[in-house]
């Protein structure tokens, strides 16, 4: 009988270990769908569904938790650090939610210790994949900066472009100041706390859920931040590398004079910046000419850093400078270019490519794929010069695109690429500045974009206000980038302007006028820049050309 009586007690034992170790397992233990999107534990569950949903609908991953209040903290500081881990898109939409969850009709303050839900809670990381189109889809696309599109009032603006007929958004990833707007782990990345787009895929989700196209803007080679903090990867001065070489110790005058080199042309009067009134107040389009070129020639460059002008300043700590090394070039006195055959700057910008893509993006849109196109172009000194002395410029922009093109198209995302709007006019000076040979581009890109904003072909055709004649301007751009273009394939695709910069009639109909006369001439959809993204003049546009959608748009494309 004992053996039974052992047997029996040894279940009993068996039993209770079993129910204790539910028990703890129940109290204490996390499941897979209990892990935030940062890899830690999440707080548990709670068993109430908040009433107030996010607007584009809460995905199968987001579920409210509950969150105990720390000292300090209120309802807007809770909304703010947890908005980029929701299903919400906007402050206002979480904090209405939240109030609602917890039943906080009425003021901001919470008690320390307080436990509170957090509804909407995303417990997976976002995994978003782009959505595959053909290239001659037709964009009707607004740009936004990185700090527009990563706030409510940029998330209004997307919606309200989707009500009136868009279909697409331009954002910033990477601004000409070498800002990055989103999390990228990279040696040569900005090192900032706070990211515009703090959640990438989270937000190209939103688009997707807007049927927007996603464009992913890229400025690649006007860099401030790594030509400031990488001096080794900028631009090169030639006076500077050789006085460094024949004199290890220059005094004082010399380098008084070497900077009044390298600042040659900044003070003559032909080139002097010009401020446009459209750009943010960190902005500035420099509309200037390389030094010593022919009249003939001053329109040449005339668009350069048109729309593409910094809008606010990498907060980085200057290192120290070695006063024994050489000085980096300047373009016209500033410190802004790396070095576009760098080949650390273009792997860099490759692998940004990349993660974008990765991150669910529909098109990676390469700006500034350039070399710098004013200041003294003798004195510049790149490293293709040493390594493939036999190269000219357009060499390694067609190089950097062709390796570009190949590892970005297996991903199913579009490259396209912002050209000047004079390059059309294919005048050996421009091509000699800038490297954009359009006919070798367009063999490593889906979409060509040039920048055909009539205001700035200031000194071309003989118009003395070309801003006041965009049925022309445009016309002759598209007309011209066609013929170059002839046979390659590529899809023309214009930026359009959507500023009132030298033009006494901006306005809605100038806008319908543009986007007419762009598709009339052979551009498929169409690009709206705006550095303050200001679109009320397209807004007001927009309903006349749904109306009329034969005489504005082209037949109409499906996303596949």
Request: charged share 20%; with cysteine.
């Amino acid at each position: 009988m004992e053996p039974r009586k052992l047997s029996l007690g040894v279940s009993h034992v068996n039993l209770f270990l079993v129910f204790l170790i539910l028990v703890l397992l129940g109290g204490c233990g996390f499941s897979r769908s209990q892990i935030g999107q940062d890899g830690n534990p999440a707080p548990a569950q709670a068993a109430a569904t908040p009433a107030t949903v996010a607007t584009t609908g809460t995905p199968s991953g987001a579920a409210p938790f509950h969150y105990t209040v720390k000292r300090g903290e209120s309802i807007p500081a809770v909304v703010r650090q947890f908005i980029s881990h929701t299903s919400y898109m906007t402050g206002a939409e979480l904090e209405s939610a939240l109030r609602e969850a917890n039943n906080k009709p009425k003021g901001n303050g919470l008690k320390p210790g307080e436990d509170i839900i957090i509804p909407g809670y995303e417990t997976q990381p976002i995994v978003e994949h782009s959505v595959t189109v053909p290239k001659n889809f037709e964009v009707r696309a607004i740009y936004l900066t990185g700090t527009m599109a990563g706030s409510d009032h940029g998330i209004r603006i997307i919606r309200r472009w989707h009500d009136l007929g868009g279909n697409a958004v331009v954002f910033d990833i990477k601004d000409s100041d070498g800002s990055v707007n989103i999390v990228f782990d990279h040696p040569l990345a900005p090192k900032v706390k706070h990211h515009s787009i703090a959640n990438l895929p989270k937000f190209i989700r939103f688009l997707h859920s807007e049927n927007m196209h996603a464009i992913a803007r890229i400025a690649l080679f006007r860099d401030e931040h790594i030509a400031r903090n990488y001096p080794e990867l900028a631009v090169q001065s030639k006076r500077s590398l050789a006085g460094t070489q024949s004199a290890p110790r220059p005094n004082k005058a010399a380098q008084d004079n070497a900077a009044a080199q390298n600042n040659v042309g900044a003070q003559t009067p032909a080139n002097q910046n010009q401020t446009t009134p459209d750009q943010s107040t960190q902005a500035q389009a420099t509309q200037t000419q390389a030094v010593n070129e022919p009249a003939q020639n001053q329109a040449a460059l005339a668009q350069a850093v048109q729309k593409e002008a910094p809008r606010k300043k990498v907060a980085q700590k200057k290192p120290a400078q070695n006063k024994l090394a050489p000085q980096p070039w300047r373009e016209n006195g500033k410190l802004v270019w790396a070095d576009t055959s760098n080949p650390k700057v273009q792997e860099y910008n490759l692998a940004l490519a990349k993660f974008v893509a990765g991150s669910g993006a529909d098109e990676v849109q390469f700006d500034y794929v350039r070399f710098p196109a004013e200041g003294d172009q003798k004195d510049a000194q790149f490293a293709f010069m040493k390594s493939h002395p036999e190269w000219q410029r357009a060499d390694v922009i067609a190089d950097f695109l062709s390796r570009a093109y190949s590892e970005l198209h297996p991903a199913g995302v579009l490259l396209s690429l912002d050209v000047f709007g004079v390059m059309a006019w294919q005048r050996p000076v421009d091509l000699n500045h800038t490297g954009q040979d359009i006919v070798r581009m367009a063999k490593y890109c889906d979409v060509l974009s040039p920048m055909i904003y009539p205001s700035h072909f200031f000194g071309m055709d003989g118009y003395r206000r070309p801003g006041d004649a965009p049925e022309h301007f445009i016309s002759s751009s598209m007309q011209r980038f066609e013929k170059v273009t002839q046979g390659s394939g590529v899809v023309l695709r214009p930026w359009l302007q959507a500023f009132g910069w030298r033009t006494s009639t901006y306005s809605p109909q100038y806008i319908e006028t543009q986007v007419k006369v762009a598709k009339n001439n052979g551009g498929v959809g169409f690009l709206f820049w705006n550095a303050r993204n200001d679109y009320g003049r397209p807004f007001a546009a927009m309903p006349v050309m749904t109306h009329k959608m034969d005489e504005y748009f082209q037949a109409a494309t499906k996303k596949s």
